[in-house]
């Protein structure tokens, strides 16, 4: 990892789904530069071995039970927040699921709800609740997906909901602004649990090496140095912009 500084400093910050992987690396990286990051998951177990590995490190850290589907659990989300650290400066919406490999016309109707559900509306509902909290200067972090610029087979609606994201990206930064910047990462393959699936497989590992021309897949360290850049004042006139970053895989011009 390159030396890293201290952009977070007095700032707070809210990572969803952020117990392992990706959301836990950007949990992380802010911690490291100064951040109180408030990491949350399904499962309090992943919740406490989060908080103390974080902890460990020096990092000021708050843990939360969310399952973002749980209305509940998202309001307390934020009033535990606001109730410790007092405001929110960043939110990285995290979350997803993928709970299928069919094509979109063989999809469920209740597995097309959980996509959305989970991949987006409730991304949005959160953002509801903590939007009077966020301060002047604030940043809002979408994790959307390399799939979302061409949804490939076996990831099609999952590629489609993070389509969707980049939308949402453009819609809320003119929504939110000036107080608020809202940007979206757009990930290569890393292995994580998520997508052990992919990973694990060798043949198509090779065919994902293959599309980067870095010819290696992304790491958790990769996602979290761009959320980070895009949460930081370094990025004071970026909004609206997602940044992929995929190791050269094709996206868009
Ligand atoms: P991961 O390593 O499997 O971690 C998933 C995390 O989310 C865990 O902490 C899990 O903890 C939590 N979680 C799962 N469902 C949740 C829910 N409904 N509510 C709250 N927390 C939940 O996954 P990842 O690969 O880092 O993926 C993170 C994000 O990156 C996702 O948005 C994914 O679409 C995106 N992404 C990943 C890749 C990749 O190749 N890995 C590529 C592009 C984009 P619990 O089990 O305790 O809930």
């Known amino acids: 990892m390159a030396k890293i500084g201290r952009r977070f400093e007095g700032k707070v910050a809210i ?4 117990t392992q992987g990706i959301g836990f690396g950007i949990a992380e990286r802010l911690g490291l530069e100064g951040a109180a990051v408030v990491i949350s998951s399904r499962r309090q ?3 406490d071995e989060a908080v103390e590995k974080l902890k ?3 990092i000021e850290v708050l843990g ?9 659990q998202r309001n307390n989300l934020v009033e535990k927040t606001v109730e410790k650290y ?3 400066d960043v939110i990285v919406c995290n979350a997803a699921a993928n709970p299928t490999v069919d094509g979109i016309l063989e999809t469920k109707e209740s597995v097309l709800d959980k996509l959305w559900e989970i991949n987006v509306k409730t991304s949005i509902l959160l953002l509801q609740v903590a939007a009077p909290h966020l301060q002047k200067g604030s940043s809002v972090i979408f994790i959307s997906s390399i799939t979302g610029f061409h949804p490939p087979q076996g990831l099609a609606m999952y590629g489609v909901t993070k389509t969707a994201l980049l939308g949402l990206t453009k819609a809320l930064a003119a929504e939110m602004a000036p107080n608020t910047r ?4 757009a990930p290569g393959f890393v292995p994580t649990h998520f997508a052990s699936f992919l990973t694990t497989n060798e043949s198509i590992k090779k065919s994902l090496l293959e599309k980067t021309l870095l010819n290696r897949l992304g790491t958790t360290h990769d996602m979290a140095a761009a959320a980070a850049y ?5 990025a004071s006139y970026v909004t609206g912009e ?3 970053v995929a190791g050269g895989t094709p996206s868009r011009l």
Do not use: F, M, P, R
């Not at 990572?15 to 952020?18: C, G, L, R």
């Not at 039970?65 to 509940?72: G, T």
């Not at 809202?182 to 990462?185: E, Q």
């Open 15 to 18: 990572v969803t789904a952020s």
């Open 45 to 47: 177990k992943n919740v």
């Open 56 to 58: 460990g490190k020096g």
């Open 64 to 72: 939360l039970v969310c399952h973002v589907s749980d209305a509940q």
């Open 86 to 88: 007092g405001k929110i």
């Open 182 to 185: 809202v940007n979206c990462v």
């Open 230 to 234: 895009l949460a930081s004042d370094d």
């Open 242 to 244: 997602t940044l992929i």
